[in-house]
C-alpha cells in the first residue's frame, strides 16, 4: 500500500506539470483555434535560459528570466510568423507551427549538443518520508508551483479583461473584433503565457529525479498532449484534469510495468496515449471539450 500511494503521488505531481504544459496548448487553441506543435520548443527554451544562466546570476533571477524569454520567443512567433498567416485554414496553421518547432528546436539541440545541463535548482536530491511514505522535494514543488500558476490563470481567466476579451475570442472571432477585441493582442498573450508555464515546467521535468536538461527533453510535451486532447483542446478545466490522468497512468504503469510484462517493455510511455484513445473513443470531443453544433 506504501509503493501504491508513493506511485500515486508521483503521479499527481507528475501530472500537475503536465498540466501546465496541455494548459499551454489549451490557450492557444482557445485564442486562435490552432494546435501549436511548437509548443515543444518552448519548453526547451525556457528549460536551456535557465541552465545557461543560473551560475552567473543565481538560480531564481535565472528562472524569471527563462520564464520571460520563454514569453518573448512565443510572442515573437505568434507576431512574426503567426500573424503573417491569419485568416489561412487552421490547419495550414498546425503545419506552420510544425516548421517553426523544427527550426527552434535545430538551433536549441545544436546549442544542447550531447551534453546534459544542470538548472541549478535549490531541492537537489533531498527526500522527504512522511509515515513511510517517500516523496522528493522537487516532486512536492512541481505539485505546490503547479497549484498556484494553475489558481492565477484561471482566476486572470475569469476576472481580468484579457481573459474576458479571450473568452469571446473562444466563442466567436468574428463577433469578438466587431465588438473592438483586438485578436492580435489576445493571440499574443496567449503565445506568451503559454511560453511561460513551458518554462515553468521544464524546470521541474528536468530536476531529480531526472539528470538534467537534455536535448530530448522537448518530447515530454508531446507526452503533455495526449493531455489536453482528453481533457479538451478547448478546456482550461480539461487541461487540469487531462494531465493529472496522464501523470497517474503514467507513474502507476511505469511502476508496476514488472507486473506487466505481459504487455510489452516501455509500456509507461505508451499508457498516456492509450487512455487517450480510450476516453475518445467514448467522448470525441474529449471530457470537458465542447462538441461542434451539425446540421443535419
Known amino acids: ?7 500515486l503521488l508521483n503521479g499527481v505531481s507528475l501530472g500537475s506539470i503536465y498540466a501546465l504544459i496541455a494548459l ?4 492557444i487553441f482557445r485564442a486562435t483555434e490552432v494546435v501549436n506543435f511548437a509548443h515543444a520548443s518552448l519548453l526547451l527554451a525556457g528549460g536551456y535560459v535557465t541552465a545557461v544562466l543560473h551560475e552567473p546570476i543565481g538560480f531564481w533571477p535565472a528562472l524569471l528570466v527563462g520564464i520571460a524569454g520563454a514569453a518573448l520567443v512565443g510572442a515573437a512567433v505568434e507576431f512574426l510568423v503567426m500573424r503573417r498567416y491569419r485568416g489561412s485554414d487552421h490547419s495550414v496553421l498546425a503545419i506552420v507551427t510544425i516548421g517553426v518547432d523544427i527550426l ?9 549538443g550531447t551534453d546534459i545541463l544542470a538548472l541549478g535548482d535549490p531541492w537537489g536530491d533531498a527526500v522527504v518520508t512522511v509515515g513511510g511514505i517517500s516523496v522528493a522535494e522537487t516532486r512536492i514543488a512541481a505539485l505546490l508551483a503547479a497549484a498556484l500558476l494553475i489558481t492565477a490563470f484561471l482566476l486572470a481567466f475569469r476576472h481580468t479583461s484579457w481573459g474576458v476579451a479571450m473568452r469571446a475570442a473562444a466563442e466567436n472571432q468574428e463577433t469578438a473584433a466587431l465588438m473592438g477585441i483586438r485578436l492580435g493582442r489576445v493571440s499574443l498573450g496567449a503565445w506568451a503565457v503559454a511560453g511561460g508555464l ?5 524546470l521541474f521535468l528536468t530536476v531529480f ?6 536535448r530530448s527533453t522537448s518530447l515530454a510535451a508531446m507526452k503533455a498532449f495526449p493531455a489536453a486532447i482528453l481533457g479538451g483542446l478547448d478546456s482550461t478545466t480539461g487541461a487540469l484534469v487531462g494531465g493529472l490522468l496522464v501523470g497517474i497512468t503514467e507513474s502507476l504503469a511505469t511502476g508496476y510495468q514488472g507486473d506487466l510484462t505481459f504487455l510489452g517493455r516501455g509500456i509507461g510511455d505508451l499508457a498516456p496515449y492509450l ?5 475518445l473513443l467514448i467522448r ?5 471539450g465542447t462538441k461542434e453544433p451539425a446540421r443535419v
Open 198 to 202: 513551458a518554462a515553468v515546467a521544464a
Open 104 to 112: 527552434l528546436a535545430t538551433e536549441l539541440t545544436r546549442r544542447i
Open 284 to 288: 470525441p470531443a474529449g471530457l470537458f
Open 24 to 27: 499551454g496548448f489549451v490557450v
Open 275 to 279: 487512455v487517450m484513445v480510450a476516453v
Open 1 to 7: 500500500m506504501t509503493t501504491f500511494a508513493e506511485f
Open 209 to 214: 529525479p531526472t539528470p538534467g536538461l537534455e
